[in-house]
Antibody, heavy 118, light 108 residues
Framework: EVQLVESGGGLVQPGRSLRLSCAAS????????MHWVRQGPGKGLEWVSG????????IYADSVKGRFTISRDNARNSLYLQMDSLRADDTALYYC???????????WGQGTLVTVSS | IVLTQSPGTLSLSPGERATLSCRAS???????LAWYQQKPGQAPRLLIY???SRVTGIPDRFSGSGSGTDFTLTISRLEPEDFAVYYC??????????FGQGAKLEIK
């Protein structure tokens, strides 16, 4: 059974940093591209960032480019999101996601909540 | 590419047929279009990928169709557990990934 467990969320002041982690199990982690998708309170889904299996290809949404850094450790079956210069509009539930066929998002974690507020 | 879902809210009764639309501002190549279901307090669940391929374990009352700029998710006979929010998602263009704004399917 595929399991994705996010951690690292919390309350942080604007301008500060936070690092999210995602522990993956139940599948061959280094066979798959991984992504972060977020959902603001009461809002829709927003793709944030993605990384290929080898870390050779990394992409970001314009809204986070230059502030967020995605990375992975295949030896630890883990995905990370370093979030710097956080803003109030970064407040959201952050999901760790496995990319599936036809560039869909097949498996989702339960999310970790990030709240940016003074 | 911007995805626009319609209607924003659809009110139907169990047993009825639901048709949800997703229109793209530009043609989506490769049929890189997926559909998700999200219930309150839960993560989204992938239903359809490649515009029309159903994920293993998804009931066959769910079907996807379309190409280019117009895509449809159809639920042939609504069950009580189908009332949720549905999102379409594309790959390609700039930004490389994007979601529609969501469509709420509610019980009439």
């Amino acid at each position: 059974e595929v399991q994705l467990v996010e951690s690292g969320g919390g309350l942080v002041q604007p301008g500060r940093s936070l690092r999210l982690s995602c522990a993956a199990s139940g599948f061959t982690f280094d066979d798959y591209a991984m992504h972060w998708v977020r959902q603001g309170p009461g809002k829709g889904l927003e793709w944030v960032s993605g990384i290929s299996w080898s870390s050779g290809d990394i992409i970001y949404a314009d809204s986070v480019k230059g502030r967020f850094t995605i990375s992975r450790d295949n030896a630890r079956n883990s995905l990370y999101l370093q979030m710097d210069s956080l803003r109030a509009d970064d407040t959201a539930l952050y999901y760790c996601v496995v990319r599936g066929n036809y560039y869909s998002f097949h498996y989702w974690g339960q999310g970790t909540l990030v709240t940016v507020s003074s | 590419i911007v995805l626009t879902q319609s209607p924003g809210t659809l009110s139907l009764s169990p047993g009825e047929r639901a048709t949800l639309s997703c229109r793209a501002s530009q043609s989506i190549s490769g049929n890189y279009l997926a559909w998700y279901q999200q219930k309150p307090g839960q993560a989204p669940r992938l239903l359809i990928y490649g515009a029309s391929s159903r994920v293993t374990g998804i009931p066959d009352r769910f079907s996807g169709s379309g190409s280019g700029t117009d895509f449809t998710l159809t639920i042939s006979r609504l069950e009580p557990e189908d009332f949720a929010v549905y999102y379409c998602q594309h790959y390609g263009g700039s930004p490389p990934y994007g979601f529609g704004q969501g469509a709420k399917l509610e019980i009439k």
